[in-house]
């Protein structure tokens, strides 16, 4: 009476077909439908009583194919679906039964030892990140160790225009603004038609529904927007002398939705931390590539502490955080691709920290509706030129030192937020920085 979701030990007794054919990877997307499943291996799972039909998606199937799940295999599976929803749980041994399949998701399934007890288990395990595929589906639980957070950002939905707009902070702040106020102006207007119609005796229900309809097409009846923030996280490893494990923990970026005032302050706070999180979705990042984690409303996150993975053999094991100069990131081994990883130089495509002071700050491009902008920083590494620090002579400096670069973008025009609003433009001399901002 078990739901398909629990977590279980079952064997496989048989596999019923195995496609020839090389799977479609595009087709091994994992989504909440039964098409992902319908070019993969169908297997028999049996707790030892019963069995069950099961089909696998193509990273599942790709395991069948190389022999690492085959008959007499036991796996640890958790979080899986009866497929097809609209279907009806039935009897084992009835010939409803079928009619539906268990849906086998690569990080849904893990090979479990050969003397472990068929039949359900009382709790669930929680999977390493390191053996998670960014096409295998939901993970139900695992273990993350935050390394990193990142500013909280707001996503703007259902708009007139049908785009998703990304928000930082401050120009969520100046967005809600501007809408208030255009909602205001839109309501004043609709209130004077009220007052028209009252007095000419026209249908006042007619009236509001073409007063929500104006405000729906100009987006101002309802603005939905979320917070949502990104943390960049790895996994943890055994601590165990003979243990055969890669100390590789794994990383990814996790994004995580729907975040009120109280969880975002709480994440703002986890670096360093490790967590226990459950019913995370797993897929591709668009920019980078690599895996990203989302989060949601269903996600449940329990604090780790570091004496509870010391008594379980585990630990995490972060990329360390490097605090770059510009001289080290101008140094010709930067550009070197197979330089040596441990010389604490930052690579093409590499996070590092940085401390530098604004100097100089572009002009916003496109002028009409801006997307982008330079700014140019310096840091301490400056006032080696002139064995003195920072020093009030910034013509000297800037003409003996490098400079980073940096360019912010975004790709709409409604996120983009002037650097000098957020703290940029005083350089070391203000009245001189801003005649440079005006000239540039």
Do not use: M
């Not at 990273?59 to 958790?78: D, E, F, H, P």
């Not at 943390?231 to 009120?260: C, F, I, P, Q, W």
Request: charged share 30%; hydrophobic share 40%.
């Amino acid at each position: 009476d078990a739901p398909a979701s629990a977590p279980a030990v079952l064997v496989v007794a048989a596999i019923r077909r195995l496609p020839n054919a090389t799977i479609d990877k595009e087709r091994g997307v994992c989504e909440n439908n039964e098409n992902v499943f319908l070019n993969g291996a169908e297997l028999e799972l049996s707790d030892g009583w019963y069995g069950a039909p099961a089909r696998c998606d193509a990273a599942t199937t790709s395991l069948v194919n190389a022999g690492a799940i085959r008959v007499g295999s036991k796996l640890l599976v958790q979080g899986l679906e009866l497929l097809p929803k609209d279907g009806e749980p039935a009897n084992p041994l009835a010939d409803e039964a079928l009619d539906s399949f268990l849906a086998l998701r690569r990080n849904q399934v893990r090979p479990a030892p050969w003397d472990a007890k068929l039949g359900a288990r009382r709790e669930t395990a929680a999977f390493p990140l390191r053996s998670v595929a960014a096409d295998g589906g939901a993970v139900k639980k695992i273990l993350l160790h935050v390394e990193r957070v990142y500013p909280s950002t707001w996503v703007e939905s259902d708009r007139p225009d049908g785009k998703n707009v990304h928000r930082s902070e401050l120009a969520e702040k100046r967005a809600l603004k501007a809408w208030e106020e255009a909602r205001a102006a839109a309501l004043e207007r609709l209130q004077d038609a009220f007052s028209f119609a009252n007095e000419n005796d026209l249908d006042e229900g007619a009236s509001e529904a073409r007063a929500r309809a104006a405000l729906e097409t100009k987006g101002l009846f309802e603005r939905r927007t979320r917070r949502a923030a990104k943390l960049r996280v790895s996994g943890v490893t055994s601590t165990e002398k003979n243990a055969t494990a890669s100390h590789h923990t794994g990383a990814a970026l996790l994004t995580v939705y729907d975040l009120d005032e109280d969880a975002a302050a709480r994440l703002e706070l986890a670096e360093g931390a490790t967590f226990e999180v459950t019913d995370v979705s797993a897929r591709l990042e668009k920019k980078e590539g690599g895996l990203e984690l989302v989060a949601s409303r269903r996600s449940r996150w329990r604090r780790v502490a570091p004496s509870a993975l010391a008594r379980a053999r585990l630990a995490p094991n972060p990329t360390p955080r490097r605090l770059a100069t510009v001289r080290d990131l101008s140094s010709e081994t930067s550009f070197v691709t197979n330089a040596a990883r441990n010389d604490g130089k930052v690579r093409f495509g590499e996070e590092f920290d940085c401390v530098a002071a604004i100097v100089r700050v572009a002009r916003p491009t496109p002028q009409s509706a801006p997307t982008s902008q330079w700014v140019f920083l310096a840091d301490a590494s400056v006032g080696e030129a002139l064995d003195s620090g920072f020093a009030p002579d910034l013509s000297k400096i800037v003409c003996d030192a490098e400079l980073l670069a940096v360019e912010t973008h975004v790709t709409h025009a409604e996120a983009f937020v002037d650097a000098e609003a957020w703290g940029a433009g005083a350089g070391f001399e203000k009245a001189q920085n801003s005649a440079t901002t005006k000239n540039s």
